[in-house]
């Protein structure tokens, strides 16, 4: 019974590389949610797709950040140019189709990214 | 974003005692709140939720009160334990998007 897997756990950056993060959602689930975390502080909303298709990305910096979530393989978030401001926990979240059942978002373990 | 913030950033509680967390949300429109416990290193862990149409509900040690006229939502941990340790967060959800406070730590002294 996989949850959310996020790849890799650790990602080193230096200043100006490109950083890709990973994340699978749960078997069955079609609704992803990436987050961003500084050290002790609350999640911080990026964005939100569906298979093929950004939902809402009113969370996410316009430039330099992208996220897909493609009909095969997992949802790509993708940071260009990293700058040190850029270093925190990434958490992927998904959850099954909503309807008329509200459904709790399931997480991964993040990546925490490091920017040098 | 939405403001959902929490009345007490840090908590101490003895082994055994029960434990209550505060959270405050702001949008009239939410109508599903989750409660989620994470521990260092890892991902928030879905611990209880409540829909908007009740004010109370009961899981295993964990229950959470909604108070929506004051815009309140509290979890309450029975008899506290070690492992009970980390930080909780509260999220409220309108329609498909979910706010997440700032947390409380909870510390439980053996």
């Known amino acids: 019974n996989a949850g959310v897997m996020q790849n890799p756990r650790h990602l080193v950056r230096r200043r100006g590389q490109e950083a890709r993060l990973r994340c699978s959602p749960m078997k069955g689930h079609s609704h992803v949610y990436w987050y961003r975390q500084l050290p002790e502080e609350g999640l911080k909303f990026m964005v939100y797709?569906?298979?093929?298709?950004?939902?809402?990305e009113s969370g996410m910096p316009k430039e330099r950040f992208s996220a897909e979530f493609p009909k095969e393989g997992p949802s790509i978030l993708r940071i260009q140019q990293v700058v040190r401001g850029d270093s925190a926990a990434y958490f992927c979240?998904?959850?099954?189709?909503?309807?008329?059942?509200?459904?709790?978002?399931?997480f991964g373990n993040g990546t925490r990214l490091t920017v040098t | 974003g939405e403001n959902v913030g929490l009345h007490l950033p840090t908590l101490s509680v003895q082994e055994g005692d029960n434990s209550i967390i505060n959270c405050a949300y702001s949008n009239s429109a939410s109508d599903y709140f989750i409660w989620y416990k994470q521990e260092s290193g890892k991902g928030p862990q879905f611990i209880i939720d409540?829909?908007?149409?009740?004010d109370k509900r009961q899981g295993q040690r964990v229950t959470v009160l909604l108070n929506k006229t004051v815009k309140h939502l509290s979890l309450q941990i029975a008899a506290t334990q070690p492992g009970d340790s980390a930080v909780y967060f509260c999220?409220?959800?309108?329609?498909?998007?979910?706010?997440f406070g700032t947390g409380t730590s909870l510390t439980v002294i053996p």
């Open positions: 797709l569906q298979k093929e298709n950004i939902i809402d």
């Open positions: 979240a998904s959850s099954p189709r909503r309807g008329q059942d509200n459904s709790p978002l399931h």
């Open positions: 999220a409220e959800s309108p329609s498909n998007q979910f706010y």
């Open positions: 409540i829909r908007s149409n009740m």
